[in-house]
């Protein structure tokens, strides 16, 4: 079973070096110890979710609270060149969540959230700043569990018009349509830049949204006979984007 990851302050993984001792405190020092029952000797790694990290082994537990960590090995994950991007529409209820964690397991850079015009979930207010942490929480939980060392980055949620300049400048864009000619399986792709999938709700992306993406530059593509619910729709073609890139070679 591989090491479990814990959340460290760039600053101390930047300055370790093997035989080091870094401390994990604070929330993520709390579940090492009470939650997780790690014990000296045991394996981890640490990482600020940018692409900075470290494997080690428990040195010492201190109290309830907190572990020093014996440095092995210092990790880095550089930024890709070619970035998956999937700006997904506003689900009901909490598949935004599901979607958030499922992207993040199998690799996706980015995730922004998008109120299109046939979402019946709205982010207002207070409201809609609670729905983002969460969103941002469950990108930052589910890198830890899938082992990532750079968490994906959860924007500011975006209007139509917003998400037709991302796409503007994505070295390519891709709108999933079920009635879309090209499929996303033999699109061509761009040696680096971002790679912009368009998610939308459950009703669909409207023709006028569709007509704004496509003065952007980007194109409806299906996935395939089937018809993916919103919140699987970016998983599937987050994964089938990856392998093409080489990232799950």
């Given at each position: 079973?591989?090491?479990?990851?814990?959340?460290?302050?760039?600053?101390?993984?930047?300055?370790?070096?093997p035989?080091?001792?870094?401390?994990?405190?604070?929330?993520e020092?709390?579940?090492?110890?009470?939650?997780?029952?790690?014990?000296?000797?045991?394996?981890?790694?640490?990482?600020?979710?940018?692409?900075?990290?470290?494997s080690?082994?428990?040195?010492?537990?201190?109290?309830?609270?907190?572990?020093e960590?014996?440095?092995?090995?210092?990790?880095?994950?550089?930024?890709?060149?070619?970035?998956v991007?999937?700006v997904?529409?506003?689900?009901?209820?909490?598949?935004?969540?599901?979607?958030?964690?499922?992207?993040?397991?199998?690799?996706?850079?980015?995730?922004?959230?998008?109120?299109?015009?046939?979402?019946?979930?709205?982010?207002?207010?207070?409201?809609?700043?609670?729905?983002?942490?969460?969103?941002?929480?469950?990108?930052?939980?589910?890198?830890?569990q899938?082992?990532?060392?750079?968490?994906?980055?959860?924007?500011?949620?975006?209007?139509?018009?917003?998400?037709?300049?991302?796409l503007?400048?994505?070295?390519?864009?891709?709108?999933?349509h079920?009635?879309g000619?090209?499929?996303?399986?033999?699109?061509g792709?761009?040696?680096?830049?971002?790679?912009?999938?368009?998610?939308?709700?459950?009703?669909?992306?409207?023709?006028?949204?569709?007509?704004?993406?496509?003065?952007?530059?980007a194109?409806?593509?299906?996935?395939?006979?089937t018809?993916?619910?919103?919140?699987?729709?970016?998983?599937?073609?987050?994964?089938?984007?990856?392998?093409?890139?080489g990232?799950?070679?």
């Open positions: 079973m591989t090491a479990p990851v814990f959340v460290a302050g760039t600053a101390a993984l930047a300055a370790a070096v035989g080091a001792l870094v401390r994990l405190d604070g929330a020092g709390r579940h090492a110890v009470a939650v997780r029952r790690l014990a000296v000797g045991e394996q981890l790694v640490l990482t600020d979710g940018e692409g900075l990290g470290v080690g082994t428990v040195a010492e537990v201190v109290g309830k609270e907190a572990l960590v014996r440095v092995a090995e210092a990790l880095a994950e550089p930024e890709p060149t070619l970035r991007v999937v997904q529409a506003l689900p009901k209820g909490d598949r935004g969540e599901l979607a958030v964690e499922l992207m993040t397991e199998v690799g996706v850079d980015q995730v922004v959230p998008w109120a299109a015009s046939r979402c019946i979930t709205q982010w207002k207010g207070d409201r809609g700043q609670k729905a983002l942490g969460k969103w941002r929480a469950t990108a930052r939980e589910a890198g830890k899938s082992r990532r060392l750079r968490f994906p980055v959860v924007r500011e949620p975006m209007s139509t018009r917003q998400v037709a300049e991302l503007s400048g994505a070295a390519l864009g891709a709108v999933l079920e009635e000619a090209l499929p996303l399986a033999s699109a792709l761009p040696e680096q830049g971002e790679l912009v999938l368009v998610v939308g709700p459950e009703g669909g992306v409207s023709p006028d949204e569709l007509a704004r993406f496509a003065e952007a530059g194109a409806p593509y299906r996935l395939g006979s018809v993916l619910r919103t919140s699987t729709a970016g998983v599937a073609a987050g994964a089938l984007l990856l392998g093409r890139t990232r799950w070679g």
